[in-house]
């Protein structure tokens, strides 16, 4: 066993083991209560709905006139422990309440236990990103959202590149539902991190627009997106932003007893029905809990027909256990998923077909911990997978079926973050320092086996701190260092091959936030970027049968280096709010996925090469909420991108999304709601050299669902897509006959039931 596989196994162990000592526990006494300072208060309690006593989850909770505060949990939970003593007031406020207040007495060193209510308003106030912060402080640098509960349901799709899209700033690249995956302001593959838990997932859906990502987003419970650098946190390459899957695979903040969700779906674009349940048994201070999903569907249909090779069958489970306890908690998960799904390549042979057949193995790990010190909590997480991944060719002549693997994957992956927070000093608040290690072994074989394999090592220490300059003017700082090694593995078609990568990388960034008035908020964020090419990128030598081409990397590939800027403003009335985002980047090295124009004789594939060039993106997004009346919502949003090479003539950049418009209304009669949207994408004929230009095209969507009792317990969702039948093609579309156009009208029953 080599080292890297090994550091899947004992690494976590490590880490755990050592920070057991770092907090000044034995692994006997995770009891030992903790010595409350003599200087400062404990304030917890619970957030709970006015009318139905429900928890209120992610709504901040704030000390007035100082920058002290937090966020509820999923239960409405909230604990500060640097409270000053004497009189206290605090503020709750969150997106759709309205502004609630408390007022008490703390003493030094005494813990005050309260419990808020907030009223439900039907406004939109202000939305918390956790992947933003390690802190949670709910202060904004860059643009982000997110979609749990009833809103993640009513987006339910196959995937999380068809969720996602027409969201402002997030396309998909598509080759049928599967393999879809989100794109965010142009930029694709691992420049746009997708994780799970806050670590990364440990498939191969960044590397090639046929692979898919290997969770079904039936699973998540919370989906949330930061656009624009978030390098900081999670890596050097996440240069377009990054997706976090939440599963609660691991127990947290659980009610006592039974609770659970149950879900179904069916479509009739594809003939598909899915089922996903969940359920959690909850104790005083431990709990179990367990998923099971499973989606099957036949060929996507469009209004010129079936797409063959776009079928999907798709069983994903996981179990976890958590503990909860005086000063730690956190737990851990197993899941399996096994998928196997079509792609749309031979489609002029009727006896010749390509599936993708894969299976990922996973264990996820999520350990918090309280102390007194300076560095009073700390969280570590990590996760460790194996995926294996074949791609076969299935050829039938005269009733006899033969099966090729023509590309095969093997991967082993760690991936671990451990974040220590510390108490406010001098002008910094709560801050935090990090360690993140993630590695992987990638073994490729089969007949097509076009690039080398890859033994990849990664080693990042990065710092977060915000600095609270007054009382409307707060700073973000960070920095990272990333030491990174690579080396190229042999296998049949590349047995000479020893190449080996040493780097070490730098990024940072600064942001500013701002807030004038109650009504306004401001925030920008200026960062620099760092990106290391992968295994395709430097040694791709070969048709790729899934993807339908032929590949060549470039040995001498450069890193990426980037220069961005992404501002935002955002104005919120009582019954209207509106944000503007404007971001600009510029690269050094950029590495292009490009079409030559040439067809390779062999294979008759098209010929793409990976080459690197000094580039530019900028654009810019729009999104309004109002609401004239009650129950009644209006939504507008709108995004663009250019990207273009910034040398010679200065040509465009393949792959780039036209500029966008989504409207929609919806009225909300509280037992149910109606609702209608139009997306309208312009003609993109801002291509690269090779790349065909794409007409515009306008959608009509529909959707109602109906709430069974008063608590929501029950829901019935219908959402038809594509009302008129129009025939369009996305321009990001991977499938390689362009004769093909996207999906037809589609009709799509959702039951969900909360207990």
Same mark, same amino acid.
């Given at each position: ?8 196994? =004992?690494?976590?162990?490590?880490? =755990? ?62 604990? =500060? ?141 919370? &989906? ?175 009733? &006899? ?108 960034? &600064? ?245």
């Amino acid at each position: 066993m080599n080292t890297p596989k090994k550091l899947i196994y =004992i690494a976590p162990l490590l880490i =755990i083991l050592h920070l057991f000592n770092l907090n000044g526990y034995a692994m006997g006494d995770s009891d030992k209560p903790e010595e409350r300072s003599e200087k400062s208060a404990t304030v917890t309690g619970q957030v709970v709905d006015a009318e139905e006593g429900d928890p209120v989850p992610y709504i901040n909770v704030i000390i007035e006139e100082t920058t002290v505060g937090t966020i509820t949990d999923e239960q409405g939970w909230f604990a =500060i422990d640097n409270a000053p003593p004497g009189s206290i007031r605090l503020i709750v406020k969150g997106m759709e309440y309205e502004t609630a207040y408390a007022e008490f007495e703390a003493e030094p060193g005494e813990s005050v236990e309260i419990t808020i209510e907030v009223r439900h308003t039907g406004v939109e106030l202000e939305e918390v990103v956790l992947t933003s912060s390690p802190t949670a402080s709910g202060f904004r640098y860059q643009s982000d959202f997110s979609l749990m509960g009833e809103d993640l349901a009513r987006q339910s799709e196959v995937s999380l590149g068809e969720m996602l899209e027409g969201r402002p700033g997030v396309t998909m690249r598509s080759m049928g539902s599967a393999p879809s995956r989100p794109v965010i302001r142009g930029m694709d593959g691992d420049r746009v991190l997708v994780l799970q838990d806050g670590e990364r997932m440990g498939d191969i859906a960044e590397t090639a627009a046929d692979h898919s990502i290997s969770m079904d987003p039936l699973s998540a419970s919370r &989906v949330e997106v930061v656009k624009g650098p978030a390098s900081l946190l999670y890596g050097s390459s996440a240069l377009g932003g990054v997706i976090n899957m939440y599963t609660r695979d691991i127990p947290e903040d659980w009610d006592k007893g039974a609770t659970g969700t149950v879900s179904l779906q069916g479509a009739t674009m594809n003939n598909m029905g899915s089922g996903f349940g969940r359920y959690t048994y909850g104790g005083e201070s431990r709990a179990i809990t367990g998923r099971f999903s499973y989606r099957n569907t036949g060929n996507i249909t469009t209004p010129e027909g079936e797409l063959p090779g776009t079928h999907i069958d798709h069983l994903d489970a996981a179990m976890g256990f958590g503990i909860e306890r005086e000063s730690v908690s956190g737990g851990i998960s197993l899941s399996a998923n096994h998928q196997t799904y079509g792609l749309p390549e031979e489609l002029d042979d009727p006896y010749e077909e390509v599936e993708v057949r894969q299976q990922r193995y996973g264990l996820q790990g999520r350990f918090s911990f309280e102390r007194e010190g300076f560095f009073d909590k700390a969280q570590l997480r990590f996760n460790g997978t194996h995926l294996s991944q074949e791609e076969v060719e299935i050829e039938t002549i005269d009733g &006899v079926t033969d099966e090729f693997i023509e590309l095969s994957h093997d991967k082993s992956h760690i991936s671990s973050t451990l974040t220590l927070q510390h108490k406010p000093v001098g002008i910094f608040d709560r801050g935090a320092v990090g360690l993140n290690l993630h590695g992987h072994t990638l073994d490729i074989g089969g007949e097509e086996a076009y690039t080398p394999g890859e033994e990849r090592v990664n080693l990042g220490l990065f710092t977060f701190q915000e600095i609270p300059l007054s009382q409307l003017f707060r700073l973000q700082a960070g920095l990272r260092m990333d030491a990174n090694h690579v080396s190229a593995m042999p296998n049949h078609l590349f047995p000479d091959i020893s190449k080996t990568r040493n780097v070490v990388n730098f990024t940072g960034s &600064v942001g500013i936030n701002f807030r004038p008035s109650d009504n306004i908020e401001i925030g920008g964020q200026f960062a620099r970027s760092h990106r290391n090419p992968l295994v395709e990128e430097l040694f791709a030598d070969g048709p790729h049968l899934g993807a339908g081409t032929y590949e060549l990397g470039d040995p001498g590939l450069q890193d990426e280096i980037g220069h961005g800027a992404d501002i935002f403003i955002s104005w919120q009335r009582e019954n209207f709010h509106l944000e503007l985002t404007g971001f600009v980047n510029y690269f050094e090295n950029y590495i292009i996925f490009e079409p030559t124009g040439d067809i390779d004789p062999g294979s008759e594939l098209p010929i793409f090469e990976y080459l690197d060039d000094e580039a530019r993106f900028y654009g810019s997004e729009f999104s309004m909420r109002m609401k004239p009346v009650e129950g009644l919502t209006l939504d507008l949003g709108m995004d663009y991108v250019n990207a273009r090479r910034t040398t010679g003539e200065r040509e465009y950049l393949p792959f780039i999304p036209p500029f966008r418009i989504n409207s929609e209304i919806e009225y909300d009669y509280g037992k149910g709601w109606v609702g209608a949207k139009v997306r309208h994408a312009a003609t993109q004929d801002r291509v690269a050299p090779h790349e065909e230009i794409t007409e515009g095209y306008t959608l009509l969507g529909l959707q109602a669902g109906y709430r069974i009792n008063k608590r929501d317990n029950h829901s019935i969702i219908l959402r038809v897509d594509n009302v008129l039948d129009t025939s369009y093609r996305d321009h990001l579309s991977r499938v390689e006959d362009r004769h093909y156009v996207m999906p037809g009208r589609d009709f799509r029953l959702v039951y969900r039931w909360v207990f």
